[in-house]
């Protein structure tokens, strides 16, 4: 009998796949600093201009025009940046696809659009992290080493669901977030109003006409993001229920184990970015989170088997 989880555990540290995990890293986080710019633009832009018309009486008259400009100016921006933004995704989820087919034993589907991904991409977007301990040992010990118990490719399923769950967790913070925020900016827009008495003219230019933009993105992050959940939340239950009724000591059907890997590749494709800060502040709490999910995972294969 193989021994499929330590196999996982000992590939995953090897310096190829620690480069292909750092240039992951590094292309999110060009894709993420062009969606903050899109966020600059999207959401405290019009609320600074809504503030300068508000206190400079002299641009009032202008301000629709003003509004309508930027709004222009958001709108094509807003296409420039999402493609830059979408083929960054794209590389990243390439790169990671290879980490994880090579990594967890998953054969490889050539009918996937993947951007081609050389040792010499790996090494342009990994050169500067690798220099960095700190970065090489955030991805260090990528997946769980409670994965060491199990003999055969089932590892491979707890893997994918574990970057299910991660992923799957993220998320529904994010959107909850995103929510929170648009509720607070269109208030202070509001506030921002009621200081003075508003005709219906002044409320469309100083509350209305700013909040577009906002309501726009607001919309599509939690469009997407509710979008990327369900399919999320459907895998998370495939694997659970394809646990459910296995013996730690089978093996996955490896076209069963592809299929969901398809999935989780195109999931990366069509997901919005979140925050590195994000990412960061929830580490901790979502890493003890998947240790302890494992490990009843675990707890369930082997009460199957008994």
Known sequence: MGKKGIKILNRQNQQNHIDELLAQKTVYSKAKNYQGLLILITVPLPLL??????FSPSLLDQSSYIFVLYTIIAATAEKVLESTIDRLKKIAASIKETFDTNVLGIIENDSLNLVLIDREIIRRYSLKKRKKQNEVDLVTNWYSLEIKKIKTNVASLLCQRTNITYDFSVRKRYKLLIIILSVITFLILFAISLSQ??????????????????????????????????????????????????????????????????????????????????????????????????????????????
Do not use: C, W
Request: no cysteine; charged share 30%; aromatic share 6%.
């Open 197 to 306: 008495d508003l005709s219906l003219k002044g409320f469309v230019i100083e509350v209305i006409l700013p909040s577009i933009p906002i309501i726009m993105f607001a919309y599509k992050e939690i469009n997407s993001n509710t979008e990327s959940i369900d399919n999320l939340n459907h895998l998370r239950n495939l694997i659970e229920s394809t646990v459910k009724k296995t013996d730690i000591d089978d093996d996955i059907d490896r076209h069963q184990l592809r299929s969901i890997q398809d999935r989780i590749y195109h999931n990366r494709l069509l997901s919005p970015l979140i925050s590195d800060f994000i990412f960061k502040l929830l580490r901790p709490k979502l890493e003890d989170e998947m240790d302890y999910s494992i490990k009843e995972q675990i707890k369930i294969l082997r009460t199957t088997k008994n």
């Open 49 to 54: 201009i809504s503030l300068i018309i508000k």
